[in-house]
């Protein structure tokens, strides 16, 4: 089938012409922030920058960063960047770490993330026969609103189930015949559970494409989602301070998420010197929203580690990949002084025939840091035999310590005792700050 | 002539064993034998009832994992010596016990023991031929 794009202009736009399309964004949006956040303005006045030393991308290194904290000390409307009456929205994150982000939309922003949202629609096959099935939660968390609004503006039937309520969830998906799923990969794994349990086989689930973001997950956990669905599974990433999800999205290639680069300059960095990094190489991602108006970050650091790559994509679309982000600065523990991420968890869980359902507890007895890495036990694992379940519990400890370099406490629980979540699922308790 | 035993599996925390046999009380399914065998931070917990059928049904819809395999419910004979007997009857014959646990019988006079082996049909003959009286699911029924 041949590739299918929302705005094929811009998706497959030549790369030299998008750059122009970037320098010109760039300066402008500059100009844009200096006459309307004092607070950018001051930051470029401290190193000594005025709008005209920007003349196009080539130049956006020299801009100072924002940060988390800068969110912080600027909030509530320290970032605004259209007067109020330009203003018709909010958006906010949860809060989970640390105090929540409020961002502001002008009805040209919502527009503009609404696009980025449906062309990942349309890149996972959607199209106006689909049925849209958006099970993110609607309010505050941007993933409702922004795939409900893409899944308009592509002309698929939408069913704004929101998060929760699995029962009615399947009810909709198989009285309806969804073809589109969006959710939390976590949500998409617990659905597929249900349905299973339920007895429904991935032939009788009408479901074509699901896509998913808002939370870390690994390729085991496609896979496993894939096939219980009997569906393709595409990623979907974005964040809060730069709209909500739609900054970056999967092809049917599933290497990587082309970044809306019309909208969104991303830049890989070196967490600790700030340097900008080459494709390729691992770092912290750095976006500078060019469009958007009335919340314009110019070099927010994300804190997700990824890798860019300019490859040329076989879907025919021009804009730069993001790797699936390898962690998060603030998600990355450090245990006995090893940094360990919760997907490389994930990653040794799934390869063992595990289900992603499993907590991670960190926790410091006698000086000393301690991991213990709970699990559900399976029906298909379990055995009356000691020894044996014994020798898979060892071979976990194993494939963990191979990971991260640490040895783990493995706990198998009982089934469904680790609490499912309807939204991101909290993975990490870390007793240590408690 | 094996009898079925349900395993299950048995979290390392306090009342998990309990939750378990009150699933089934609540069922009136009555628990002829229960026996826990413990790992580090696991256990199995394997018994012996008097409805297998109904008391899977009612564990799988608790939400407890187990399986189910055959073992050997063998009449000790109420003498001196009487487990001794088996023992030795059952070494000679080359049959290794994987794990054995007591049984009492109701109404009857007789102990029993039940023995799990990698190979129940083997063992069972052998005892047959020493004289060694098994007790089948009917027997267990009318213990
Ligand atoms: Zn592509």
Request: proline share 4%; net charge negative.
């Amino acid at each position: 089938m041949a590739e299918r794009y929302f705005q094929p202009e811009i998706e497959t736009m030549p790369r030299e012409q998008l750059k122009a399309l970037q320098d010109e964004r760039l300066v402008a949006q500059v100009r844009h922030v200096w006459e309307n956040v004092p607070y950018y303005r001051k930051k470029m006045e401290e190193k000594g920058l005025t709008p005209d030393d920007i003349k196009g991308t080539e130049d956006l290194h020299k801009l100072p960063f924002l940060s988390k904290a800068d969110l912080r000390e600027a909030y509530p409307y320290g970032l605004m960047g259209a007067p109020l009456k330009d203003c018709v929205r909010i958006q906010s994150t949860s809060g989970t770490t640390g105090k929540r982000v409020v961002a502001f939309y002008t009805q040209a922003d919502i527009n503009l993330w609404e696009d980025c949202c449906a062309r990942a629609i349309v890149a996972a096959g959607g199209s106006n026969e689909s049925v849209c099935q958006v099970s993110y939660g609607y309010g505050l968390f941007t993933g409702g609103p922004g795939l409900n609004g893409g899944s308009h503006k592509v002309g698929c039937l939408t069913i704004p189930t929101s998060s929760g309520n699995t029962e009615r969830q399947i009810m909709f998906i198989m009285d309806l015949q969804a073809t589109i799923l969006c959710c939390t990969p976590s949500y998409a794994a617990y659905l597929g559970e249900s349905m299973k349990e339920m007895g429904l086989t991935p032939d009788q689930i009408p479901l074509k494409a699901g896509i998913f973001g808002a939370e870390a997950w690994s390729e085991e956990m496609r896979q496993s989602i894939q096939d219980t669905l009997g569906i393709k599974a595409f990623d979907i990433y974005g964040l809060t301070e730069l709209s909500g999800p739609g900054v970056a999205f999967e092809c049917s290639e599933q290497t990587g998420m082309h970044i809306n680069e019309d909208h969104f300059i991303a830049e890989v960095i070196d967490p600790d010197t700030g340097e900008v990094l080459p494709d390729g190489v691992q770092g912290e991602l750095v976006f500078t929203a060019i469009t958007k108006k009335a919340f314009p970050l110019l070099r927010y650091r994300t804190r997700d580690i990824c890798v860019l790559s300019h490859e040329k994509c076989s879907c025919g679309r021009t804009h730069v990949k993001m790797s699936k982000p390898r962690g998060r600065t603030d998600d990355m523990l450090i245990i006995r002084g090893v940094n360990v991420f919760p997907s490389q968890i994930e990653t040794v869980l799934l390869n063992q025939g595990y289900p992603a359902n499993y907590q991670i507890i960190v926790d410091r007895v006698r000086n000393s840091d301690t991991l213990e890495v709970q699990v559900e036990m399976t029906p298909e694992m379990f055995t009356d035999n000691l020894g044996e379940i014994a020798q898979r519990q060892k071979q976990l400890v194993d494939g963990l310590r191979s990971m991260l370099g640490l040895t783990a406490k493995v706990t198998l629980v009982a089934p469904k005792s680790i609490v499912r979540s309807e939204g991101k699922a909290v993975r990490v308790i870390d007793k240590r700050k408690i | 002539m094996s009898i079925k035993q349900i395993s299950v599996f048995v979290e390392n925390k306090a009342g998990a064993l309990l939750a378990i046999t009150s699933v089934l009380a609540a069922n009136g399914i009555d628990m002829r034998a229960l026996a826990l065998s413990e790992a580090s931070d696991f256990g199995i917990g394997r018994m012996i009832v008097s409805d297998v059928y109904a008391a899977t049904t009612v564990l799988k819809d608790a939400g407890f994992i187990h399986s189910i395999s055959p073992v050997l419910a063998v009449a000790i004979p109420n003498v001196p010596g009487g487990l001794n007997e088996v023992l030795k009857v059952l070494s000679t014959e080359g049959v290794n016990v994987e794990y054995m646990y007591a049984f009492q019988g109701k109404a009857s006079e007789d102990a029993y023991m039940v023995f799990k082996v990698a190979d129940d049909i083997h063992a069972a003959s052998v005892l047959r031929d020493h004289g060694i009286r098994l007790a089948n699911e009917e027997d267990l029924a009318r213990l």
